[in-house]
């Protein structure tokens, strides 16, 4: 028998209440799916923190896959950019350092309103991206399983 799942879901506090819903649609999708997984919450003070975070959980080996969600906005220096892309980057170093898949649901749109049409635009589409990473951790958590039957069939 299989041990059930374990991820790991880092949520930066910047826009917390978006943010936050990506955690809710990963948790409802997880359930439609059947999958009984255990999921521990992180908060993260921003973007730039999840990185090294989402390393230092891998390097435990507990977690099948590491989620994290940012929402990195225009304030109009163009600073949003360079946190972008350090996030984003530094994501992808973590899951090819530790072999941990490490999931993004790290978001920068241009010309972010802080009107209640754009907040609320920006929640549904954060509960989507959170159902969408939910379907991405299933499928790796199933692919990594067949990887590991086949490396034991052939030894």
């Known amino acids: ?6 991820f790991a879901f880092i949520k930066a506090r910047w826009h917390a209440d978006i943010v936050d819903q990506a955690w809710v649609g990963f948790e ?3 359930s439609e799916l059947g999958l009984e997984a255990t999921v521990v919450s992180f908060d993260v003070p921003g973007a730039f923190e999840m ?3 989402a390393q230092r959980l891998a390097e ?7 989620v994290a969600a940012a929402l990195v906005v225009d304030g109009g220096i163009y600073r949003h950019d360079f946190v972008a892309q350090a996030v ?3 994501l992808m170093e973590a899951g090819m350092k530790t072999g941990t898949p490490v999931l993004s649901v790290s ?4 010309h ?5 049409e754009h907040q609320a635009f920006y929640r549904d589409h954060f509960v989507k991206k959170g159902r969408e990473a ?3 951790a299933a499928q790796i958590v199933e692919l990594y399983r067949g990887l590991e039957k086949g490396a034991r069939i052939a030894a």
């Open 88 to 90: 984003v980057s530094g």
């Open 51 to 53: 990185p090294l975070l």
């Open 60 to 66: 435990t080996g507990e977690y099948s896959a590491i």
């Open 28 to 30: 409802q999708r997880l």
């Open 134 to 136: 939910a379907d991405a």
């Open 107 to 110: 978001l920068t749109p241009h």
């Open 1 to 6: 028998m299989t041990k059930s799942p374990k």
């Open 112 to 116: 972010f309103q802080p009107s209640a």
